[in-house]
């Protein structure tokens, strides 16, 4: 047993931060299970008493892009881009609702685990990242249907598909990023829990779902695609319909993409150090 | 740094009270705009300051004082879920702690599924786990229900299976608050008997607890802290009957205040040495006088009155009552003073003395702790033990 005892272990320290503290990411690694852990235990936790399991993953994106297919295509008359509407808003829904339980979990997750938190060490980065993973699943199974509604109206991806994971991890990204931002604000600021949900639906509504992104005209182009989620829907539904593709207006989507990711670790780890005493 | 498993240097933790101790938006955004005025009164409190203390590899230290002494926080930090606000800690190898019961527990998994979630909290990867997961299953003793959601165990076997999971796991450092403040007299025992042999293991235990005893059976140093600050560090047996003697109070008499409408109660109690005098600080080798006061304005019948005797660790030495003597009567009106002589039977150190008033069907009285005294002069080397009898021998040739 005295196998175990690491006297040439290195040492740890525990002291003040002065200035900024450097993403460690090498202990990240040593707490990969962790982080899988998390997610597994959040994706069992979901569907250990739901009858119909995964089920859901399937029916709410599916009745979300039947309401658009009725209030938008039907009765507004908005274009889909010379695709099946229901088809065309079901691309951009999967990645959305992905987008969406992503942020709002990761910006939940330390609350979610404040009795860890308060208790036990471990990177607390570890908590948002294991939170936008649970997402994908749900996400895979839509897709599923997807592929069932492009069969269905006959309709074949061209050779952009393999930019599609491009699309889907840049979306991972900017959940992750937006996701830790507030997560590390709602430790703070509870009045966040409130309003985010409300932030999320408007969210929506500032991004190509449920109509084309010509929508917007002119020079409001660039102020529009500010959102990231602009950009990456574009894409997605490019690299999946043959829509057209994302325009030159795109590249300030990565911009603020890549910002927001960046912010977003910054502002975690700067408040990371005081979660346990505030949470 | 030699053989050293924890290293703490001038260790201070300030806690803000108030208002920017978080709380909501609005009472932050009313900060900001009074600031412009003046600089807002925050109150501060030091939960821990200048704390400075090495454990080394493979031994336990024992950390003491009373609710609010900042044991909680030093543990926090030396686990690093907090961070210190002066100061460095040190640690080295993995650290497991186990600051409240269940703690990373998920309610919904099942018993499995939350020792290998423990296991990877720890760091420990899923082989790592694997290898004491038969360990931990045999001492929770919980084997039955291993796939049952640990939302259905009773509270019993959810504290066996958390407290087994954080002995067994691979931690070199071992960071344990309390947790023997739960659980059946059978548990505890066993919980400190795994921990005697965690220790064995030549592993580091930090061990939290009001159980006095379990930390003089464990550890062999003690870490005694007050408000924040180390009072001493030391031998465990001598920080902690000087913990305990600071904690009664040193006086040699007390008077109780008046009961109105009682029908008898204690008036005053004072320990007098051979001369008569009232003192708290007695010889060894003297008899001294326990003198209680007692005033009964009803008669009570079988009025009885004990004294109780007790070592600062709380075991019960004497237990002397008047109804021990027939032909002793206390319930007429009246004042009454009642000597108890005790004979020069005690060992040296601290005692503490009780009272209780009352009869067969109630008690009228009971005071715990009234008065600390201190006997001095002891035969030195031999400490462990309450009383000192000087029994008679025996020495003869064998036929």
């Known amino acids: 047993m005295t196998d175990r005892v690491a006297s040439d272990a290195p040492w740890v320290e525990n002291r003040p931060t002065r200035g900024r503290r450097a993403l460690q990411l090498e202990e990240l690694w040593a707490y990969r299970e962790l982080v899988a852990f998390l997610a597994v235990r959040d994706i069992k936790v979901r569907y ?3 009858v119909f399991g995964g089920a859901w993953a399937v029916v709410q994106p599916l009745a979300s892009a039947a309401i658009f297919t009725v209030v938008f295509g039907r009765l507004a008359k908005v274009s889909s881009q010379g695709v099946p509407f229901l088809v065309w808003s079901f691309t951009a829904v999967t990645l959305w609702s992905y987008f969406s339980t992503a942020v709002n979990g990761a910006r939940g997750s330390l609350l979610a685990n404040a009795a860890l938190i308060t208790k036990v060490y471990f990177p607390r980065i570890a908590a948002p990242l294991a939170s936008v993973l649970p997402g994908l699943i749900d996400l895979a ?8 509604l492009l069969v269905w109206n006959g309709l074949a991806p061209g050779p952009e598909l393999v930019l599609a994971p491009l699309f889907l991890v840049g979306t991972v990204l900017v959940a992750f990023g ?13 009045d966040v829990q409130q309003v985010f949900g409300l932030v999320l639906q408007l969210w929506l509504f500032a991004t190509p779902v449920a109509y084309p992104p010509t929508l917007v005209k002119g020079g409001w182009q660039w102020v529009y695609h500010l959102n990231p989620v602009v950009g990456l829907v574009e894409g997605w539904r490019w690299s999946i319909l043959g829509t057209p593709a994302p325009g030159r207006q795109a590249l300030v989507s990565l911009a603020v993409g890549v910002v927001t990711l ?4 910054r502002v975690f780890q700067r408040s990371e150090r005081r979660f346990a005493d505030v949470i | 740094m030699g053989d050293n498993a924890i290293e703490v240097e001038g260790l201070g933790k300030r806690y803000l009270l108030g208002e920017d101790a978080g709380g909501t938006m609005r009472e932050t955004l009313a900060g900001f705009a009074r600031r412009r005025g003046r600089r807002p009164q925050r109150s501060e409190l030091w939960s821990l300051r200048d704390v400075s203390f090495e454990v080394p590899q493979g031994s336990a230290l024992g950390l003491i004082g009373r609710n609010g002494a900042g044991k909680s926080t030093l543990l926090k930090v030396l686990s690093r879920i907090t961070e210190p606000t002066t100061g460095v800690s040190r640690t080295r190898g993995r650290v497991g702690s186990l600051l409240e019961v269940g703690t990373g527990f998920h309610p919904e998994l099942t018993g499995r599924e939350n020792v290998y979630l423990n296991g990877a909290i720890l760091g420990m990867g899923r082989r790592d786990t694997n290898r004491r997961f038969d360990e931990i299953v045999a001492f929770a003793g919980v084997e039955r229900f291993l796939d049952t959601p640990v939302k259905r165990y009773s509270s019993g076997m959810y504290l066996r299976l958390a407290f087994a999971v954080a002995a067994h796991l691979d931690a070199e450092i071992l960071l344990v608050d309390e947790v023997l403040a739960v659980g059946d007299a059978e548990f505890q025992r066993r919980c400190l008997g795994r921990m005697a042999s965690v220790e064995r293991e030549g592993r580091t235990v930090v061990f939290v607890s009001h159980n006095l005893d379990a930390i003089v059976r464990l550890c062999p140093t003690c870490l005694w802290l007050d408000q924040g600050e180390v009072v001493e560090l030391g031998p465990t047996s001598v920080v902690a009957d000087r913990y305990l003697a600071a904690g009664v109070q040193q006086i040699e008499q007390k008077v109780f205040d008046e009961v109105p409408g009682a029908r008898a109660s204690l008036r005053a109690l004072s320990v007098r040495n051979s001369d008569g005098t009232a003192t708290s600080v007695l010889r060894r080798d003297e ?24 070592t600062l660790r709380g075991v019960p030495v004497l237990n002397e009552a008047i109804s021990d003597h027939p032909e002793l ?5 009246g004042e009454h003073v009642l000597r108890l002589e005790v004979p020069p039977v005690l060992n040296a150190g601290d005692y ?14 009971w005071e715990e702790d009234v008065v600390s005294i201190h006997l001095e002069g002891g035969v030195a080397g031999r400490p462990d033990r309450v009383l ?12």
């Open chain 1, 262 to 265: 960046v912010g977003g670790l």
């Open chain 1, 141 to 148: 199974v839509a897709l599923v249907v997807l592929v069932g």
């Open chain 1, 178 to 190: 937006i996701g830790t931002l507030f997560a590390a604000v709602t430790v703070q600021y509870r």
């Open chain 1, 48 to 50: 250990k008493q739901a």
């Open chain 2, 388 to 399: 000192q009898l000087r029994l008679p021998w025996e020495i003869r040739p064998a036929e």
């Open chain 2, 352 to 365: 503490s003395i009780g009272l209780w008033l009352g009869t067969d069907f109630e008690d009228l009285a």
């Open chain 2, 329 to 333: 009567h206390l319930g007429t009106p």
């Open chain 2, 287 to 310: 008899p001294f006088t326990i003198e209680v006061a007692v005033s009964v304005r009803e008669p009570v019948r079988d009025l009885n009155l004990a004294v109780q005797v007790r």
